[in-house]
C-alpha cells in the first residue's frame, strides 16, 4: 500500500498558482467585505511564507478554528447579505484562500486549480460583457500556465516558455471553444441568480395590475 508524501511545490509553479488566485479573487474584492479581502491577501502570503520556510502548515486546532471562524462568517454574511450570490461568492472565496494555506499534497493543487476555475466563472454571474470576457480569458490563461509549470521540469521552467506554451495551448483550444459557443444551447435559467442591490430603486414595476 502506497502512502503520499509531502510534495514540493516548484516555485515557478507556485508563483503562477498565486498570480492565478489574485486574479480570480481581485474582481470579488470589489464586492465583498473589505475583512475578506484582507484575509485572503494574508492567506496568500502566508502560502509564500510556507514555501519560503519561515512559516509551517495550520495545525489541527488552528484549522478548528478556522472552521468555526467561518461557520460565524456564513450566519453573519446571511443575516447581513440575505441569502442570494453575494453571501455565497464571498463564502466560498474564504473556502478557496483557506484550502490555499493548507495546499501541501500534489492533489490539492490541482483542487487549487479547478477551484481558480469555478472563481473566474463566477465573475460571468456578476457581468458578461466584452471587458469581463477579455479579463477572464488572461485569468484561464495564467491558470492554465500554472498548470504547464506544474508539469514542467525546473530545467525547462523558464516564465517566458511557459506562459507560450500555455498562450499556444489556448489558441489551440479557440476553434472548439467558437464552435461551443454558436452551437451550444442557451440555457437562461443558468445566470438568473439574484444579486442583492443594497439602494432603493425608483420607477415602474415589472408587473402592473388593474
Known amino acids: 500500500m502506497s502512502t503520499e ?4 511545490i516548484p516555485r515557478a509553479a507556485l508563483s503562477w498558482i498565486l498570480l492565478a488566485v489574485m486574479l480570480v479573487i481581485a474582481p470579488q474584492s ?6 475578506i479581502s484582507v484575509i485572503a491577501l494574508a492567506c496568500i502570503g502566508w ?14 486546532s488552528l484549522r478548528v478554528v478556522i472552521v468555526i471562524f467561518t461557520l ?7 443575516r447581513s447579505l440575505g441569502v442570494g450570490l453575494d453571501s455565497a461568492a464571498s463564502l466560498l472565496s474564504l ?12 492533489r490539492d ?3 487549487v486549480i479547478r477551484l481558480c476555475f469555478v472563481m473566474a466563472m463566477v465573475q460571468f454571474l456578476y ?3 466584452a471587458l469581463s470576457a477579455l479579463y477572464i480569458a488572461l485569468v484561464v490563461l495564467v491558470i492554465t500556465a500554472a498548470m504547464v509549470a506544474l508539469n514542467r521540469s525546473t530545467v525547462s521552467a523558464s516564465a517566458m516558455g511557459t506562459l507560450r506554451m500555455a498562450l499556444k495551448m489556448g489558441m489551440q483550444a479557440l476553434p472548439l471553444t467558437i464552435v461551443l459557443f454558436l452551437l451550444f444551447p442557451r440555457v437562461a435559467p443558468l445566470w438568473a441568480v ?17
Do not use: H
Not at 5 to 8: E, K, L
Not at 30 to 35: A, F, H, K, Q, S
Not at 200 to 210: F, K, L, Q
Open 127 to 129: 457581468s458578461q460583457s
Open 72 to 78: 460565524v462568517v456564513s450566519v453573519t454574511q446571511l
Open 109 to 111: 493543487i490541482y483542487v
Open 47 to 60: 502560502r509564500w511564507l510556507i514555501f519560503a520556510g519561515k512559516l509551517g502548515y495550520p495545525g489541527r
Open 95 to 106: 473556502g478557496f484562500v483557506f484550502k490555499l494555506i493548507e495546499m501541501r499534497y500534489k
Open 30 to 35: 470589489l464586492r465583498m467585505p473589505v475583512w
Open 194 to 210: 439574484p444579486v442583492q442591490n443594497p439602494g432603493n430603486s425608483t420607477g415602474v414595476t415589472d408587473e402592473m395590475s388593474p
Open 5 to 8: 508524501v509531502d510534495y514540493q
